[in-house]
Every structure is written in C-alpha cells, then in structure tokens.
C-alpha cells in the first residue's frame, strides 16, 4: 500500500499550517471584492512552496510532482481561488525547465521560486481553448526580433505578470497547423501589451484573470523557448506535468474542505427528533463522498509517482485530472445539500467550494476532451 514519506508528510503539514494562517481570514473577503494580493504569494515563496519542482540549481528543492500536488491540495483546501493563484505563479516555469535554454533557465527560475518575478501561461484565445491548435496569435520574424500581434482570454496573472510564455504562430506556411505553432517569452513591460482584468467570475475570484492584447510587441530571438515549430508539442508535454497539480491537486484539495465542512455541519444539527449525523440517509452521503475523494486522491498520487519516476503516462494523468475535478463538483454539491437551506448562505462558507471545483472541469483541458484523449490512446495500446 502507498504511504507518503516522512518528508512528504512534513511537507503536507507546512503547506496546512500556512494555509490555515495565511488564507483562512481573509479568503472570504478577497474573494468578495475579487481582489488579487499578491503579499501572499510572496510570503509563500519565502518559505519555498513555489516551485518546488524545479531543480535546486536553479532555486527550486529539486522535489517532484507529487510534493507539489501534496502543497497545492493543502491550500485549495482552504481556497481554491488563492490555491490557483498559487500554481498560476509558478506555472510557466515547468515549460521553462523542460525546453528552455540555460541563459533562460537562469534568468527566470530563481527568481520565480523566490517571488521576485512572477510569470504565466498565454495559450487560450477568444477562438480557440480546447482546440490550442487553432490560435491566431502571430510572431513574424523581423531581424533579429519577432514580432506579436493577436489577443489572448483567460489568462492567469495577465494584469500582474512579469512575463508570459506565448503561443503563437511562428511559421503559417507548414503544411501541418500543428507544426506553425511556437512558445516565445514576452516580458509584460514591453511597448505594446495590454491587459484587461475580467470582472464578476463564478469562481477563483482571487486569481488574477484577463484578456491580453499583443499589438506588434518585439521581443528578442532568445526569448524563444526551445525549437521553432514545436509549440503545440511543447504544450502537450507540458500539460502531462501541469494536469497534476494544476488541475487535479486543486480539484482534491477543494473536495477535501467541502467534506470536512460537511462532517463539521452535520455533527452539530439536529433533525427528525435527534442529531442530523446519525441519520442513514446522511451517513451515506458522507461515506459516498469520502469513498469517491479517496479514489480521485490515489488515481492522482499514482500518476504523480509514475511522473516522477520518469514514467509519462499521459491517458492516466487525463484520468485523473477529469475524475478528480468532477469527483470535486460531485462533492461539493453534496456538501451543499447536506447543508440544506444555509448551504447557500455565504456566512456558511461552502457554497464557494462549488463555485471553484466547476471551473477545475474546464480549464486545462475540459473534462470531455480528456475523455476523448483517453479512449485515443486506449485504442493505440489495444
């Protein structure tokens, strides 16, 4: 049977404790004004929970997915929009690590790690979110520079960024969409880019999130990461370590504190002449929803170790990362039904672990294209 190490659980107890002082009185608040705080953030760099993956040599603890995942579950336990924040300011990085030049590694990594850049992701666009094939963004070669014009949705820290890793379409004559596409770092201080918060949003209220403007923005030819043409490839090996703890750990995390805010409630209510706990109907709820959570946690943790273990396998990260976010939906719902009537009240603090789970189910890969991805690759194994 699995067991987390005694500094996988250390981990996981850091990662609690910080949560519980640093997110708990607060959340509510931020979340209502849709504010971003980005004090947070820079607290937990401090105590190295940014990027824990990324090698030491470049400020990182050299650890892997899974301490990642145990860290990201642990503050979405708490707030899922702040745990999303969260991943948001290391995200890029692991596209940096994997096909970046040494001169970038050592430009951005460190000083991601320790909150003194914070960086982000610019795939989606108005036209194209599952299909990442079908972006219009362009980089036309110019000397020694390229330059960017086209528009970007949804983009996590657009406002606040230092930088973004950009795709874009790099060399339209390929025979193969697939082909044209390339990731380029764009820094946000460089004439041309323009960002728009995106105002009254379901959930991850606190995560900064916007739509971006390129109006002919020049960046260097160093500034490409990796290969022309690779982007797409890029992308997709990315997302294999991305899905992890950027979708599925926030997906667990958020159904743990929806269960355990569900546990509290019902131990203290009382119905039908005596308390609401020992109601069957009840219990079976709760064994359902902690049986289901248990299974989304191990799916997860297993595609996290083979990750780690330089096994990639991209049909069981889709499992997890679709199961999990819609085990998370699946409990928070309940935890709001167990709830009653006061499951709606925000003074209760639950009905937010609903409206975070919902959008874990479409970013990074809605949960009907990861089934689509599975059952792909299902058919070339058998």
């Not at 167990?338 to 009240?345: P, R, T």
């Amino acid at each position: 049977m699995f067991e987390l190490t005694k500094e996988q659980r250390d981990i996981r107890k850091a990662a609690r404790e910080f949560a519980e002082k640093e997110f708990k009185d607060i959340a509510r608040e931020l979340d209502e004004k849709e504010e971003y705080d980005d004090r947070i953030r820079k607290k937990a760099a401090e105590l190295g929970f940014i990027g824990v993956f990324i090698d030491e040599k470049y400020g990182g603890a050299g650890l892997g997915n899974l301490e990642q995942c145990l860290i990201i579950e642990e503050f979405a336990r708490v707030d899922g929009g702040i745990a999303q924040s969260m991943v948001g300011a290391y995200f890029g990085t692991k596209l940096i690590q994997l096909f970046g030049t040494e001169e970038q590694k050592q430009k951005y990594l460190p000083s991601v790690c320790a909150g003194h850049l914070l960086g982000g992701m610019a795939s989606t666009e108005p036209d194209a979110g599952s299909d990442v094939a079908a972006i219009t963004t362009t980089a036309i070669k110019d000397g020694d520079e390229y330059v960017i014009s086209g528009n970007k949705m949804f983009i996590t820290n657009a406002s606040h960024a230092d930088f973004l890793i950009v795709l874009c379409v790099s060399d339209p004559e390929k025979p193969r969409k697939h082909d044209r596409l390339s990731t380029i770092i764009v820094e946000t201080n460089r004439p041309g880019y323009e960002a728009n918060k995106l105002h009254g949003k379901l959930s991850i209220r606190f995560s900064d999130t916007g739509e971006v403007a390129f109006k002919d923005v020049r960046v260097p030819r160093e500034n490409l990461v990796g290969t022309e043409g690779k982007g797409f490839y890029q992308l997709m090996e990315f997302f294999n370590h991305a899905r992890l703890d950027g979708g599925g750990a926030l997906a667990i995390g958020t159904a743990q504190g929806a269960l355990e805010k569900a546990i509290r409630y019902v131990k203290k209510r009382k119905a039908f002449g005596g308390p609401l706990a020992a109601q069957q109907i009840v219990q079976a709820k709760v064994a359902e929803m902690a049986t289901l959570l248990e299974a989304a946690r191990s799916l997860l943790y297993r595609a996290a170790i083979k990750a780690d273990n330089g096994e990639i396998d991209p049909a069981l990260i889709a499992m997890a990362k679709w199961y999990a976010c819609e085990i998370a939906v699946k409990v928070a719902d309940e935890a709001i039904q167990l709830h009653g009537g006061y499951g709606i009240l925000k003074e209760y603090d639950v009905e937010h672990y609903w409206r975070d789970a919902k959008v874990f189910e479409i970013f990074e890969g809605t949960k009907e294209v990861e089934k689509i991805f599975i059952a792909k690759q299902l058919f070339k194994t058998y």
